[in-house]
């Protein structure tokens, strides 16, 4: 991976983190603003993702960008947010960590 596309994966890494943190925050309390911001902020990530499709392909682009984002969501949620998970719900997130970096970095190369 080169370092422009290491740079652009932890923008929208950042960008999405951002934009599920205003979605969390307008769930508790709605506001245009915090909605406007969260459609930006989503559009935006989502606009560098295309620049990393096309550099590395939709399936390792998405799973490889998929798997740092299901970390970083959880984290908030559980340390900022004070959100709780069920033992299944644990177990979920962790066998779905493990099957997206299966699919990220098990893959056939071209």
């Known amino acids: 991976m080169t370092l422009t596309a290491s740079l652009q994966l932890a ?14 925050s307008w769930a508790m309390g709605p506001s245009m603003f915090k909605l406007v911001l969260t459609i930006v902020l989503y559009s935006v990530g989502n606009l560098i993702m295309l620049r990393l499709v096309r550099e590395f392909g939709m399936a390792s682009a998405f799973s490889l960008s998929a798997v740092i984002q299901l970390i970083a969501v959880n984290l908030i949620a559980l340390t900022f947010f004070g959100e709780k998970l069920t033992l299944v719900q644990s177990f979920g997130i962790v066998f779905a960590i493990l099957a997206v970096g299966l699919i990220t970095f098990g893959s056939a190369p071209e």
């Open 11 to 24: 923008a929208s890494t950042a960008t999405f983190l951002l934009a599920a943190t205003c979605a969390k």
